[in-house]
C-alpha cells in the first residue's frame, strides 16, 4: 500500500515540473516577442531659429520730443498814423530781403495853401531778411499806430524746442549734437544751442533749443522727435535683436537654448536701444544661443527644434 502512495507522489511531483518549465517557457516566449521598452521621447513645442550677442559701438543717446518753433521772430508795425495803406507787396510764406518794400502810404491830407491837394507818401520795409510768418494789412485802410502788420521769421531760421525733464537737462550741454526727425522720417542734423535753466512747476518739464543745420521745407509749429548724442562719441557694448527680449511683470528675459534643445527664461539687464537690437548688460554670455523670436508660445523647459536661417 506504501509502495502505491509513493509511486503516485512521483508521478505527480514529475508533472507539476512539467507544467513549471512549459509556463516558464510561454513566459519567456512572450517576453521575447514583445517591443522592447524605450524612453520616452518629447515632441518639439516649436521650430525656432536662434541668436547670438554681438558686439557694437553705440553712442549714448537721450530721446526726446518736442515743436519746431522760430529761432527769432519780428513783429513789423507803424509808428505813425493817419496813413492809408496804398499797395501791400508782400504776404504770408513770402522770401524777403532787409529793406524790402513790404507796403506803401498815402495820405490825401488836403490843400497846401495854394488850392492843390497834396500827397504825403510813405512806406514800410522789412527790418531783416527772412520768411513772413504773418500778414494783418488790406489796401485802403488805415494805419493804427503799433499795430501789427506783419510777423518776421528772421533769416528764414527754425529750431527745435525739446522738451525734458530736469534730470534729462542735466545730461545736455550747449554744443552737443543733435538729430530730429520731421514730417515722414526726415532727419536734420543740429547742434544744442540753449538750456533752460528751470522747469515749469505745473508740467516738471524745461526745454533745450536745438539750431536746425537745414530747415528748409520744414514748417513753424511741426512736431519733431529727436535725439542727443550724451556720450561725446561711441561707446563698446553686447546686444541683440529686440524680438529676442521679453517682459513679464518686472522681470526681463530670454530663451536660452541648452545642448538637449530644452530652452530654460534667464533673466537679463538691458541698456539704451538702437534700431531693432537692445543693449544687454548683465545677464547672457557671448556665445549662448537664445531664441530669436516667438517666445512667447514657449515655456519653460519646453523642446524646440532649431533651424538655421
Not at 528764414?156 to 542735466?170: K, P, Q, V
Request: no cysteine.
Amino acid at each position: 500500500m506504501s509502495n502505491d502512495n509513493n509511486h503516485s507522489r512521483a508521478i505527480f511531483n514529475i508533472v507539476l515540473s512539467v507544467m513549471v518549465l512549459a509556463l516558464g517557457a510561454v513566459w519567456l516566449a512572450g517576453s521575447s516577442n514583445a517591443d522592447p521598452v524605450s524612453p520616452e521621447t518629447s515632441r518639439p513645442a516649436l521650430t525656432v531659429r536662434t541668436t547670438t550677442l554681438r558686439a557694437d559701438q553705440w553712442a549714448r543717446t537721450l530721446t526726446a520730443s518736442g515743436s519746431i518753433i522760430p529761432w527769432q521772430e519780428a513783429v513789423i508795425s507803424a509808428q505813425v498814423q493817419g496813413l492809408r495803406i496804398a499797395d501791400v507787396k508782400a504776404s504770408i510764406g513770402d522770401h524777403v530781403q532787409q529793406g524790402d518794400v513790404l507796403v506803401t502810404l498815402d495820405n490825401f491830407a488836403g490843400s497846401n495853401g495854394g488850392g492843390m491837394e497834396r500827397s504825403i507818401q510813405g512806406r514800410i520795409v522789412s527790418p531783416d531778411s527772412g520768411v513772413i510768418s504773418a500778414a494783418n494789412v488790406s489796401v485802403g485802410s488805415m494805419i493804427q499806430p503799433g499795430a501789427e502788420l506783419f510777423r518776421l521769421i528772421r533769416k528764414g531760421r527754425l529750431e527745435w524746442r525739446a522738451e525734458l525733464t530736469a534730470e534729462e537737462l542735466m545730461l545736455l550741454r550747449k554744443g552737443m549734437a543733435a538729430e530730429v526727425t520731421v514730417g515722414d522720417g526726415r532727419v536734420v542734423k543740429g547742434t544744442v544751442r540753449a538750456i533752460s535753466p528751470s522747469v515749469d512747476p505745473q508740467t516738471r518739464y524745461g526745454y533745450a533749443l536745438v539750431r536746425l543745420a537745414d530747415s528748409s521745407g520744414i514748417i513753424a509749429g511741426a512736431f519733431a522727435s529727436g535725439t542727443f548724442d550724451i556720450s561725446g562719441g561711441k561707446q563698446k557694448l553686447q546686444s541683440i535683436l529686440q524680438s529676442a527680449v521679453m517682459q513679464r511683470g518686472s522681470m526681463t528675459y530670454v530663451l536660452v537654448v541648452g545642448p538637449d534643445h530644452h530652452v530654460h527664461e534667464r533673466e537679463v539687464k538691458i541698456g539704451q536701444r538702437n534700431g531693432d537690437r537692445v543693449q544687454i548688460k548683465q545677464g547672457l554670455k557671448e556665445d549662448e544661443p537664445v531664441v530669436e523670436s516667438g517666445g512667447a508660445f514657449l515655456t519653460e523647459g519646453d523642446v524646440v527644434k532649431v533651424v538655421k536661417g
